[in-house]
Each structure stands twice: as structure tokens, then as C-alpha cells.
């Protein structure tokens, strides 16, 4: 591919990624730009946006699968002094529960609840699914048949990942036999309840 050539689909797909809500992927652009254009003419357009912005206040970075603009971390503050916007915040037992479902996935509530050694509110996991960052992705085969939950692909554009492979490398977790007992204990000897971190979670999504 020529210069001239590289730097009109460089500039396309830069009007794309722009224009788009969420990560265009490679298949998606190449769909946009018909199926005669070749993947590694794309990725090499792509290349050259990646260092065109480089050093500029917007980045192209990859999420999710795809390609997002994203401005620069470091004007993370000036960005939230300019619209107002205020950090929204969760409680440790919300990052708990999020945590466990990104790592253990698919997952039911009773293994996180085994997990935490508390109850998961009905109101931490609807917090969680209206934020796009968990989904319920089907249930498991055991009696009450409960659901299973995973991350969403909402999660990993928020925490800019390319995919569940980009997790930082988790602490050991207990095997399933032994999440399993933990669950048959809660059973019989109800665990206590995520309330008091949900009434902290209000106060500081108030403050």
C-alpha cells in the first residue's frame, strides 16, 4: 500500500472510531470498508493512528475486542473538573463481588456469597448489571437451577481491556469442591448481610 493509499484509510477509520459509541473491532471495519480491503492493510492504517496520537491529550487504544479513542490519563482530572463530574464510587463489597464473578466466571450467587462470607444484596447485582458490567450468561445445572453470572462487554471498556486475559493475575482461589462445601454451610447457617456496605455505598455516592 502506497502513502498516499495508507494515509486515506487511516484517515476513514479514524472518522469511524470517532463516530462510533463503543470499540469498532477489526471484523467491523473491515465490514464497514467492504470485504475487499484487506485485515492487514487495516492494521497497518491502525499502527499509524496509534503513533500519530501517541503523544497527544487523545489516545487510540484497544478495548473490548476493538479500537476507542480515549483521552490521555493524564488530564483524567481536568477532564472531570471541566464537565463536573464526580468519581463514582463503590463499596469494597460491590469490588468484591465484581471481582470474584470477573475471575471466577460463570459464577452463582451462592459461590460468591461462600466466597465473601456475606450475603450479595439483590440491589449490588442490579447496581452492577444497569452499569453493564455483569450479565447473566445462563444458569447452572444443580437443583433451584440458579443463575450464572460474567462480566459484561461494558466492563471491559470501562476498565480499558482488551479482554479477560488482560485481568491482573489473581490470588489463589479455592478449588470448587471447597467453594461448594462453603455453599452447603451457608445453607444451613445463613451468612450476614452486605447491607451496612450498601448504606456506605449511598452515603458516598451522596457526598
Same mark, same amino acid.
Given at each position: 500500500?502506497?502513502?498516499?493509499?495508507?494515509?486515506?484509510?487511516?484517515?476513514?477509520?479514524?472518522?469511524?472510531?470517532?463516530?462510533?459509541?463503543?470499540?469498532?473491532?477489526?471484523?467491523?471495519?473491515? *465490514?464497514? !470498508?467492504?470485504?475487499?480491503? %484487506? @485485515?492487514?492493510? &487495516? /492494521?497497518?492504517?491502525? *499502527?499509524? !493512528?496509534?503513533?500519530?496520537? %501517541? @503523544?497527544?491529550? &487523545? /489516545?487510540?487504544?484497544?478495548?473490548?475486542?476493538?479500537?476507542?479513542?480515549?483521552?490521555?490519563?493524564?488530564?483524567?482530572?481536568?477532564?472531570?473538573?471541566?464537565?463536573?463530574?464526580?468519581?463514582?464510587?463503590?463499596?469494597?463489597?460491590?469490588?468484591?463481588?465484581?471481582?470474584?464473578?470477573?475471575?471466577?466466571?460463570?459464577?452463582?450467587?451462592?459461590?460468591?456469597?461462600?466466597?465473601?462470607?456475606?450475603?450479595?444484596?439483590?440491589?449490588?447485582?442490579?447496581?452492577?448489571?444497569?452499569?453493564?458490567?455483569?450479565?447473566?450468561?445462563?444458569?447452572?445445572?444443580?437443583?433451584?437451577?440458579?443463575?450464572?453470572?460474567?462480566?459484561?462487554?461494558?466492563?471491559?471498556?470501562?476498565?480499558?481491556?482488551?479482554?479477560?486475559?488482560?485481568?491482573?493475575?489473581?490470588?489463589?482461589?479455592?478449588?470448587?469442591?471447597?467453594?461448594?462445601?462453603?455453599?452447603?454451610?451457608?445453607?444451613?447457617?445463613?451468612?450476614?448481610?452486605?447491607?451496612?456496605?450498601?448504606?456506605?455505598?449511598?452515603?458516598?455516592?451522596?457526598?
Amino acid at each position: 500500500m502506497n502513502s498516499d493509499t495508507l494515509q486515506q484509510l487511516a484517515s476513514q477509520i479514524e472518522a469511524m472510531i470517532l463516530a462510533s459509541d463503543e470499540p469498532l473491532t477489526l471484523l467491523k471495519l473491515r *465490514t464497514l !470498508l467492504g470485504e475487499e480491503m %484487506q @485485515s492487514s492493510d &487495516i /492494521r497497518e492504517a491502525i *499502527t499509524e !493512528l496509534e503513533a500519530h496520537y %501517541q @503523544s497527544r491529550g &487523545i /489516545r487510540l487504544e484497544k478495548a473490548a475486542g476493538g479500537w476507542q479513542f480515549r483521552t490521555a490519563p493524564e488530564h483524567a482530572e481536568l477532564i472531570h473538573n471541566m464537565w463536573e463530574i464526580k468519581p463514582q464510587r463503590l463499596s469494597r463489597s460491590a469490588l468484591e463481588t465484581l471481582a470474584i464473578i470477573a475471575y471466577r466466571q460463570p459464577t452463582t450467587r451462592a459461590e460468591i456469597e461462600a466466597l465473601r462470607g456475606v450475603k450479595v444484596s439483590s440491589q449490588m447485582i442490579a447496581t452492577l448489571q444497569e452499569r453493564g458490567w455483569i450479565k447473566v450468561i445462563g444458569r447452572k445445572e444443580v437443583p433451584g437451577r440458579p443463575h450464572l453470572y460474567g462480566t459484561g462487554k461494558q466492563f471491559l471498556i470501562d476498565f480499558g481491556l482488551e479482554s479477560l486475559k488482560d485481568l491482573p493475575e489473581s490470588a489463589q482461589l479455592m478449588d470448587e469442591d471447597e467453594i461448594q462445601q462453603m455453599v452447603m454451610k451457608n445453607i444451613e447457617q445463613p451468612t450476614e448481610s452486605d447491607e451496612t456496605d450498601e448504606a456506605d455505598e449511598e452515603t458516598n455516592q451522596a457526598a
